[in-house]
Nanobody, 118 residues
Framework: QVQPVESGGDSVQAGGSLRLSCTAP???????GTWWFRQAAGKQREYVS????????AYANSVKGRFTISKDKAKDMIYLQMNNLKPEDTAMYSC????????????WGQGTQVTVFS
């Protein structure tokens, strides 16, 4: 299975938390890491966070300090812990695994919906 599978999306009140998961065999060993993106209705897809093979993490400014990306090598899982959620975080969240020569091999999951209501 090359395509990652996301889970954990839900409807939550503003200020609440969710943990998204992204899994696929070998995903934590992908040479170019795993990336989370989100797309709100009527808007372009935007970068959220990423984690490298070595465990280095990065975040969009809009989620920095609220979201934490991590990985569990034993379970082949990538997590996105989302705290202090805001209505503007409402979107379809998708993970992308990147690997191969020049990181040219990319695989997207189907996505998981996060809805934050005030």
């Amino acid at each position: 299975q090359v395509q990652p599978v996301e889970s954990g999306g839900d409807s939550v009140q503003a200020g609440g938390s969710l943990r998204l998961s992204c899994t696929a065999p070998g995903i934590t060993s992908d040479t170019c890491g795993t990336w989370w993106f989100r797309q709100a209705a009527g808007k372009q897809r935007e970068y959220v966070s990423s984690i490298s093979l070595d465990g280095n993490t990065a975040y969009a400014n809009s989620v920095k300090g609220r979201f934490t990306i991590s990985k569990d090598k034993a379970k082949d899982m990538i997590y996105l812990q989302m705290n202090n959620l805001k209505p503007e975080d409402t979107a379809m969240y998708s993970c992308q695994r990147r690997r191969g020569y020049a990181c040219a091999e990319n695989h997207w999951g189907q996505g998981t919906q996060v809805t934050v209501f005030s």
